[in-house]
């Protein structure tokens, strides 16, 4: 790899000034870095996350509540997970807004940092807000003659979610086993596993 496109490729990745043996430890490296990355994304389930489907949601287990309360609630029928948490004025917004709540919470909940009792982000609110009047507009003509417009739904409909919002709302709640994250090698050494 003398060639100019060789040696701007290594300058590109610095390379360029290192000994050809720390060149391969760079490399060693970079590949042990690369393999950790792809575990981290498989045993996290991360490309479960791009699907719309309410279990993806219980991959962490303080949804449990949130699933079980819309799993037996009247939104069961018509609307999903993602109809009511995420904006719906287009795919780039819907992604974005995805990506970003995502990240917010695998860091609390990798960090355990999630509070006991469950509360919407700043962010979530107005979202929230507006897939409310967009699915229900047709029912709140009365509520917009008598000029109550500065409360959020949920001020009034609280039970959306069951009248528990905590970890510990619904403790025996029986949930979809999720997939295996591919660790049953790690479970037979352990001695969990016959």
Same mark, same amino acid.
Request: glycine residues 8%; proline residues 6%; positive net charge.
């Given at each position: 790899?003398?060639?100019? @496109?060789? +040696?701007?490729?290594?300058?590109? &990745? ?6 050809? /043996?720390?060149? *391969?430890?760079?490399? @060693? %490296?970079?590949?042990?870095? #690369? ?9 996290? $389930? ?8 309410p279990e993806v949601c219980i991959n962490c287990h303080v949804m449990n509540n949130a699933y079980a309360t819309?799993?037996? /609630? =009247? ?13 719906? !004025?287009?795919?780039?917004?819907? &992604?974005? @807004?995805?990506? %970003? ?7 609390? @909940? ?9 509360? &919407?982000?700043?962010? #979530? ?7 409310? &009047?967009?699915?229900?507009?047709? !029912? *709140?003509?009365?509520? $917009? *003659? ?15 979610? /069951?009248?528990?919002?905590?970890? =510990?709302?619904?403790?025996?709640? $029986? +949930? ?5 994250? /591919? ?5 037979? !050494?352990?001695?969990? %596993?016959?």
């Open positions: 790899m003398n060639t100019a @496109f060789g +040696r701007t490729i290594r300058s590109w &990745l610095l390379l360029e000034p290192l000994h050809p /043996g720390w060149r *391969l430890a760079v490399f @060693f %490296m970079g590949g042990i870095l #690369a393999g950790l990355g792809v575990l981290v994304v498989h045993i996290s $389930r991360a490309a479960s996350y791009l699907r719309d489907e819309w799993r037996h /609630g =009247s939104h069961r029928e018509v609307a999903k997970c993602v109809d009511c948490h995420l904006p719906h !004025q287009n795919p780039v917004a819907k &992604l974005a @807004f995805k990506g %970003m709540d995502g990240a917010r919470h695998s860091y609390v @909940f990798t960090f355990r940092l999630e509070p006991q009792v469950l509360h &919407l982000s700043k962010g #979530a609110v107005p979202v929230i807000q507006e897939n409310c &009047l967009r699915c229900h507009h047709d !029912q *709140l003509q009365m509520v $917009r *003659l008598a000029g109550v417009t500065e409360r959020k739904c949920w001020d009034c409909h609280e039970n959306v979610h /069951g009248s528990v919002i905590s970890l =510990s709302g619904t403790p025996d709640t $029986r +949930r979809p086993a999720l997939p295996s994250a /591919g660790l049953d090698w790690l479970k037979k !050494q352990q001695g969990e %596993m016959p």
